[in-house]
């Protein structure tokens, strides 16, 4: 069921509330106001930060981090900076340039909670599971309950295989029928649909009215179906090839020694039989090309 990965990612990520970085950098900027008409005096920190942050918004991304590394050479000790800079290359894919702009905000600002749920989900899309746990639960040290690092950290744990600790999480933050669907999109991106499926149905059991989880059951039955029809084809495959070779092996027996043992030559020995044998094994390997040894001639 590893398909479910590809069928679901997007759409796993879109589900699932409040998780992620913060969600400021990863909202559209289709209402985003213009530049000019918000920023008085750009020549100011807040006002050049602020500029960075709406070219994030827009998803002017190169311009964004150009302007957060000029202002992070002016000003090495403000920590929002490589904090933001690291949300930038972790959106990228540049997760080892992310790690280190996280480490050197985290440094400046060692209990800035934001900073660890970012980092932790980070790590949680690095695979670095062990990692983002310790990183979200530093984060809910430093402000208990907070949903977003909540759900960060169910995540993680979900995909650890702390399934209880998981669902307890999810549940925390959004209740119990959002708490299944939750955890079944988490094995929905493990490709364990059974477990997904069970979970959904959970969900429905509770309120009838998630059309999310109708859906996803609906997703993970047709792609059952045709896993199911794919696994058919190769087998019918694979026993025509079977039928075929079997037929090609009776005709070339059959041509060489009759079914009765004797020969079809009048006067011809056993030795002849034997010859015939091994003429036939002599053709096939130069066929072939691979050289075998026969217990029906000596070597010589």
Sequence with gaps: MKRFVGCFALFVLATISASGCNKAAYQSAMATPEIPALIGNTDKLESQLSIARLQEHQGQLRDATDRYQQLAAKNPKNAAIPHRLGIIESKGGKHDVANKHFRRSLELDPHNAEVLTDWGYSLFLQGKLDEAETALRMALKETPGDKRATNNLALALGHAGKTEESFALFRQVSGEAPAWVNLGY???????????????????????????????????????????????????????????????????????????????????????????????????????????????????
């Design 186 to 300: 988490v094995h929905v991106s493990l490709g364990q649909g059974e477990k997904a499926a069970e979970c959904f149905a959970k969900a429905l059991s509770i309120d009838d009215r998630l059309a999310t989880a109708a859906n996803a059951l609906v997703q993970i039955a047709e792609l059952q179906q045709q896993a199911e029809q794919r696994t058919a084809r190769k087998r019918q495959v694979a026993a025509a090839k079977s039928a075929r070779a079997n037929s090609e092996a009776h005709s070339l027996i059959t041509g060489v020694v009759p079914a009765s043992g004797e020969s079809s030559v009048p006067g011809s020995s056993n030795a002849d039989v034997q010859f015939a044998h091994a003429s036939v094994q002599a053709q096939s390997v130069a066929r072939s090309g691979k050289v075998t040894s026969s217990s029906s001639t000596p070597s010589k």
